[in-house]
């Protein structure tokens, strides 16, 4: 914790000019241009504005301004969206966090999940107090996505059928098969469901895993979805796979080549 000590009339000036000509974060480049200084020198007076208490360093040569009525630099952040924009990029919200945002799920979860085209060695940053996973996809899965504005940055998140295949695709990225089961089924309920989207997502994903998990869920929460099951069944690739990977599987669905825990065996799934 850093208490806010003052700074010269220079500082401020140069202070205001670069929170005002930055959106949400503040890079030693954006800065360095803004001032028009070299890139060292302006790492040097970030760094110093830093100490005495005026931004705070959320990752290598990336700050947040703090508060004028905060007394020090240890907050919180105001949105993890824009800071996971940042420092991720090219990237999007997904999973459980995009989820919360189209309605999926009333499910309140505290982790910031972001899919990324980095490889960070760090995959559960906390930052500021705040968690984040990250998750790494190609850059042919940067699709299904919507652009949605977070005060002046602009963010990147799943669409409702691309959140709903990710999960699918990825149970963890959904907090497990048991949330992922309400939110596909609010998902069906919705004015967003589009059967044949998801399916033209599996598609482009090129996952096989999908189709045996989705032809599963089509089957057992929307069994009027005939064409979408039959297409599901005329896709499985072979071998098999769990229905949720972190789960112990006691059954098999030969139908669907899929490994079901105990307690969906109980149920009637084939």
């Known amino acids: 914790m850093i208490n806010l000590s003052g700074i010269g009339k220079l500082d401020r000036i140069r202070l205001i000019e670069v929170i005002r000509n930055t959106k949400g ?82 499910q309140v979860f505290r982790t910031i999940l972001v899919m990324t085209q980095r490889k960070p060695r760090n995959r559960m940053p906390v930052i500021k107090g705040t968690k984040f996973i990250l998750m790494t996809v190609l850059d042919k899965a940067m699709f299904g996505l919507k652009p949605i504005w977070r005060g002046q940055v602009k963010v990147s998140i799943s669409d409702p059928t691309r959140t709903v295949i990710d999960m699918i695709n990825g149970p963890q990225s959904g907090g497990g098969i048991r949330f992922i089961v309400e939110m596909f089924i609010n998902y069906l309920k919705s004015e967003n469901a589009n059967v044949d989207l998801l399916l033209a997502y ?19 929460f929307a069994p009027n979805k005939e064409t979408a099951i039959k297409i599901c069944k005329l896709s499985l690739t072979k071998g098999n796979t769990k229905l949720d990977p972190k789960l112990k599987a006691d059954r098999l669905v030969t139908r669907w080549r899929l490994w079901v825990t105990e307690s969906w065996s109980k149920q009637k799934v084939g």
């Not at 599996?202 to 057992?220: D, P, S, V, W």
């Open 25 to 106: 974060t503040i890079s030693v480049a954006e800065a360095s241009v803004i001032l028009n200084l070299s890139l060292s020198k302006t790492a040097k007076i970030l760094s110093r504005w830093a100490k005495k208490g005026w931004l705070t360093r959320i990752s290598r040569g990336i700050y947040i301004s703090i508060p004028l009525e905060s007394r020090t630099n240890d907050i919180p952040l105001e949105d993890p969206w824009i800071i996971a924009e940042k420092l991720y990029f090219p990237c999007y919200i997904g999973g459980w966090s995009a989820a919360e945002y189209w309605d999926l799920t009333d």
């Open 202 to 220: 599996a598609n482009q994903l090129g996952n096989g895993a999908i189709y045996k998990r989705l032809g599963f869920l089509l089957e057992r």
